[in-house]
């Protein structure tokens, strides 16, 4: 989930930098889709990473 993810980037001497996504399926709210770079990449101390989360918006014309 993004916070998690962002206490890991933060506990590795990193700078997590959040995008969001629009997505369809409500089951990806809030969890990180992709990340650049890739985990298990090697990047100088203080280096920025940027993750891109599911963010889920119910259209108004959209019935439930």
């Keep these: 989930a993004e916070k998690d993810a ?4 933060e506990g590795s001497g990193l700078v997590p930098a959040v995008r969001y996504e629009d ?3 409500p089951k990806r709210e809030g969890i990180v ?3 650049s770079p890739a985990a298990g990449e090697r990047v100088p101390s203080g280096s920025t990473v940027v993750i ?3 963010q889920h918006h119910v259209s108004p014309n959209r019935r439930l």
């Design 33 to 35: 889709l992709t990340q």
């Design 52 to 54: 891109v989360v599911g």
């Design 6 to 9: 962002v206490k890991a980037i």
């Design 23 to 25: 997505v369809t399926d």
